[in-house]
């Protein structure tokens, strides 16, 4: 039954890619919802422990899933993606499960590694499957498709913790719900994702050969090597604002705890609808300018964020921050898994992963003293700043490359 499903949509690219999505949507719901509210709240609520800890029981997630990406996805190059695609969510599974379970302190942040690394399996051989199956001429559309799914998780996480807790009134209930979607995660990759992707013919002679190691190809591409600073360097802005943002939404802008998910539902409405867009628009453009002009919107949006005061302003403002998130990811990644070439896809976006959590892991630990000593608008400006370095870094060395080879499933 597997194969002929696969089969019948070996001709249909789009319609993999769109179901490789949805497993993102399933599994980021599990991820964001665990990070954002269902493990700090079973932490305080059910455990009595102080913040710091929480924090450096959350890091386990941070340090395991950094770690192992880049290990992940060279063996999904080596020997499949499948496997790890599967894999992935079944341990994030398990791990939810067992938090049913009663655990103790150091129970939880060795449980929390385990997640990590079932994420850590799970999004470069994802990443790297959906650039298998699409043609490059589509690929930024394949790409806004799979990043509309996971920003749908970010999206709808926060509200799904709300309803459950609400519902029945346990810290525990939401691990549950996030265990079925996991399983559920593991299904659809079981039934959809192509036993092998190989490329169409033989690599040309001033192409990469297959025993180039994955930082091999990286370091010997000045566009892959701006775009690994790039990452770092976005992702530090991007999470200086990761702790500090709901506290600067109910302190400053005055928006109540319980309200906080619903504004994030409300920038997810206006977002949304262009997510499909702007992925045609980065592969009509070319992907390139996409990555340039997409990036540089998102620092104008970062830049007035700070000094926006009303809430319906501040939608908006989110909304145009959203919009050339929108554009420049999609064509982000096409363009990072098209430099790659076939043979070690997965080990490049382990690359760049793992440069992202570097980034994160920095960009979470200077926001919170920015916060506290030099005041509220401090991470916004500085994250601003940053976005804006990543800006000049993009218009001197992204430029436009020749295409790659065609990948077929067999």
């Known amino acids: 039954m597997t194969s002929a499903i696969q089969k019948r949509l070996a001709s249909r690219p789009l319609i993999i890619a769109g179901a490789l999505s949805f497993i993102a949507l399933l599994a980021e719901l ?51 993606r499948r ?31 385990l997640d990590g690394i079932g994420a850590a399996m799970l999004w470069p051989a994802l990443f790297a499957t959906v650039a298998d199956v699409v043609e490059e001429r589509i690929r930024a559309t ?13 999206v709808v996480g926060p509200l799904l913790y709300s309803n459950v807790y609400s519902r029945t009134g346990s810290q525990v209930a939401i691990f549950w719900v996030l265990a079925v979607f996991f399983l559920m995660a593991v299904g659809v990759a079981y039934l959809v994702t192509p036993r092998r992707a190989t490329n169409d013919r033989r690599p040309a002679a001033d192409e990469q050969v297959p025993d180039a190691s994955a930082w091999r190809i990286v370091r010997g591409n000045p566009v892959l090597m701006a775009m690994l600073v790039v990452a770092v360097v976005q992702f530090v802005g991007l999470h200086m604002l990761n702790g500090v943002l709901s506290i600067y939404l109910n302190e400053q802008i005055h928006i109540e705890k319980e309200q906080i998910g619903h504004l994030f539902l409300y920038i997810g409405l206006v977002v949304g609808p262009f997510a499909i867009p702007m992925g045609r628009l980065a ?51 096409a363009l990072m898994t098209e430099l790659a070439g076939d043979e070690r896809r997965g080990g490049v976006v382990g690359i760049m992963n793992t440069a992202q959590g570097i980034g994160a892991a920095l960009g979470a ?34 430029r436009r490359v020749p295409a790659h080879r065609q990948v077929v499933i067999r």
Do not use: H
């Open 30 to 80: 599990g991820y964001q919802t665990i990070a954002v509210a269902g493990m700090p709240f079973f932490l305080k609520d059910e455990l009595r422990l102080p913040v710091r800890i929480i924090t450096l029981i959350n890091v386990c997630f941070l340090v395991a899933e950094t770690g192992a990406k880049i290990p992940f996805g060279i063996l999904s190059d080596r020997y499949g």
């Open 83 to 113: 496997f790890f695609i599967m894999c992935g969510p079944l341990l994030s599974a398990v791990a939810a499960f067992a938090i049913t379970r009663g655990p103790s302190p150091g129970q939880v942040a060795a449980i929390r590694a």
């Open 142 to 154: 394949a790409m806004s498709l799979f990043n509309a799914m996971y920003i749908g998780g970010i």
């Open 283 to 333: 592969d009509r453009i070319g992907k390139p300018r996409a990555v340039r002009l997409g990036l540089g919107v998102c620092a104008v949006g970062m830049w007035l964020l700070p000094w926006v005061r009303a809430v319906p302003l501040l939608v908006v403002t989110a909304g145009i921050f959203g919009i050339g998130f929108l554009l420049a990811s999609p064509a982000w990644l």
């Open 365 to 398: 630990a200077v926001g919170g003293s920015l916060y506290d000593y030099l005041g509220p608008r401090a991470p916004f400006l500085a994250s601003a700043l940053l976005f804006t370095v990543s800006v000049l870094v993009v218009f001197r060395y992204v």
